[in-house]
């Protein structure tokens, strides 16, 4: 809403008392993030926007809150929708009844797949729902110069979206080694940020001692890719925002909210990264954040703090992030500040949710200029033979909790084809990038270790960050079989064992997302990965999905698996799967 003379006369008005607001919430415990402290008072809204907090005050409609605790409403500081597993209209219906009004995505998943038309349709989408979606411009499409994406996006590319208002600005800048080599094209990604005078997310596994400097000196904002109390000291002593991280996969914030304290409170966040529906459903969203913030002995201020202001300032939300006067009417009422469960949420002053439900119509986006991308060519069970010259091989060795993985060393069997042998003792799999937007008829193997398979195989078109299709197995015949489901069926999720499918997904918006509710996603997943743990064997330590569909990226340590080869990440260079 523009401001005119008028809206701001009301406005002042209601503040003094002279008039009733639109809408008041009497008698809350009012999260007060600039003092830390909670008050008892009323907030009242006039035009979408608060006009003042404590009153007593009057409004149109007022809301009892008998004694709730009202708070700003929470900001994601970092995600990627598509890795929900759902739209953006559908993901807005899921997080907003949890207290969620804000999110600052990164369509990386999308626009590495479909380029540009899969931004404006994630644009499109977010004019769907209540939830405020604000996005980032991917900044590494692809995440390295290995990786075979469906799109490639330069700096002259970034330029449009970056000139748009709606665009808050560059997405977490994966390629490190790109901007501490000095990269010309890398660095002119930088330089359009800058002349756009927007910011720029970081992503910087790893990196310390002078190169994290020269990183930072980029103008790197935010980093949530810390795994250590000593990488967070050394971001915040950087000038960097720490993103505290809790997703589906990575679950670093109940270890990090450790170097929280009252004097470097301001300079963190709260984050998801990558979430799919069964977390939300199961545990919920920054209201989740939250409840680990206290339970690690933070209090519930300052654990409101980081979702909420401090995020705005970040990102210069200068109009919400805190509930005081002049501020956006987000708000979200909780039952009590230990387990944050959401009583009702209100964005822009209009009530969107109550007592967990989504109150507002639900429509969609047409997705059609988005819709699945599977190209394969060439491919065939033979492509899958691995001509090992030697038994002793290499292995990626997935680390419970996390996508990071070991550089692993093993001693396996070879048969007459010199192709890997299953050794069920081992828990050793094989594992396949098979390249889906193109046609090249790439196909990278490796090993997995660690993932648990005992029997056939899953297959997923989601292989961070290019998504081709990633696949592991026990033998090739289940493994082409599952490959061949996902081309069928226009990419999505499949489970397969003796050339049948067990379970399957679709997911026809570009591979990576579902055009169904939320919770015929979730059922789904349910019957995915019970098949997949109880018949497949999955080890119940790793998510079947998501810790399969970040061992092809290249920006996390130790070794991944792309549609070329074995990659290791630290040495930023291709590898034999042989050992020397």
Do not use: W
Request: hydrophobic share 45%; with cysteine; charged share 25%.
């Amino acid at each position: 809403m523009t401001m005119t003379g008028n809206l701001l006369k009301r406005r002042i008005a209601v503040a003094r008392g002279l008039e009733p607001g639109d809408v008041v919430l009497k008698d809350c415990r009012i999260v007060d993030v600039y003092t830390q402290t909670i008050r008892t008072g009323d907030i009242v809204v006039a035009d979408g926007v608060i006009a003042g907090v404590g009153g007593p005050y009057e409004g149109r409609e007022v809301i009892e809150a008998h004694g709730a605790y009202a708070a700003p409403g929470l900001i994601e500081s970092h995600i990627h929708i598509e890795s929900s597993y759902v739209s953006p209209e559908e993901f807005g219906r899921l997080v907003v009844p949890l207290g969620t009004t804000t999110v600052v995505a990164d369509p990386h998943e999308i626009v590495n797949v479909c380029g540009l038309a899969g931004l404006r349709y994630m644009m499109e989408a977010a004019e769907k729902t209540a939830l405020d979606i604000r996005f980032m411009v991917p900044s590494c499409v692809p995440a390295t110069p290995f990786d075979h994406s469906g799109a490639v996006l330069e700096a002259d590319d970034m330029k449009g979206p970056l000139a748009d208002d709606r665009i808050l600005g560059v997405g977490e800048f994966m390629n490190c080694p790109g901007i501490l080599n000095g990269d010309d094209a890398v660095l002119d990604k930088l330089v359009a940020a800058y002349e756009a005078k927007k910011p720029i997310d970081g992503h910087s596994p790893g990196i310390s001692g002078k190169d994290l400097q020269a990183y930072a000196s980029a103008r790197i904002r935010t980093d949530h890719e810390c795994f250590t109390l000593d990488d967070v000291e050394a971001r915040l002593q950087a000038g960097i925002y720490v993103m505290l991280r809790n997703g589906s996969a990575c679950h670093d914030l109940p270890n990090l909210v450790k170097a929280v304290t009252p004097a470097n409170l301001r300079r963190f966040l709260l984050c998801s990264d990558d979430l799919h529906p069964k977390t939300i459903f199961e545990k919920g969203h920054l209201n989740e954040h939250l409840r680990l913030c206290v339970a690690a002995g933070l209090s519930p201020e300052a654990a409101i703090t980081m979702a909420t202001l401090n995020a705005a300032d970040c990102y210069h939300f200068d109009d919400r992030g805190a509930l005081a006067p002049g501020k956006r009417a987000d708000i979200v009422l909780f039952e009590d500040l230990k387990d944050f469960k959401a009583l009702a949420t209100f964005i822009g002053g209009r009530k969107v949710a109550e007592k967990g439900r989504y109150s507002l119509p639900f429509t969609r986006a047409d997705y059609s200029a988005v819709g699945s991308s599977v190209c394969i060519a060439g491919f065939s069970e033979d492509k899958l033979v691995m001509h090992l010259t030697s038994d002793q091989v290499r292995t990626i060795d997935i680390l419970p909790g996390g996508v990071v993985t070991e550089k692993g060393q093993a001693s396996i069997r070879r048969d007459d084809r010199d192709d890997f042998i299953y050794d069920p003792q081992a828990d050793i799999v094989k594992v396949a990038v098979v390249e889906r937007h193109h046609g090249t008829g790439n196909v990278g193997l490796g090993l997995l270790r660690g993932y648990g398979l005992k029997r056939g195989a899953v297959a997923v078109s989601i292989a961070h960050d290019s998504h081709n299709i990633i696949v592991a197995g026990t033998n090739n015949g289940d493994m082409a079989a599952a490959v061949k489901a996902l081309e069928t069926q226009k990419g999505g999720m499949a489970i397969v064992l003796d050339g049948q499918v067990l379970a399957a997904i679709p997911l026809p918006i570009a591979g990576l997302m579902s055009d169904q509710p939320a919770a015929a996603v979730d059922a789904a997943m349910d019957e995915l990965y019970a098949k997949a743990h109880h018949i497949l064997g999955v080890s119940d330590e790793v998510d079947v999905i998501m810790t399969l569909c970040f061992m092809s990226l290249p920006v996390i340590p130790k070794l991944k698996l792309l549609d070329t080869g074995l990659f290791d990440v630290e040495a930023f260079d291709f590898v034999p799967v042989e050992l020397d």
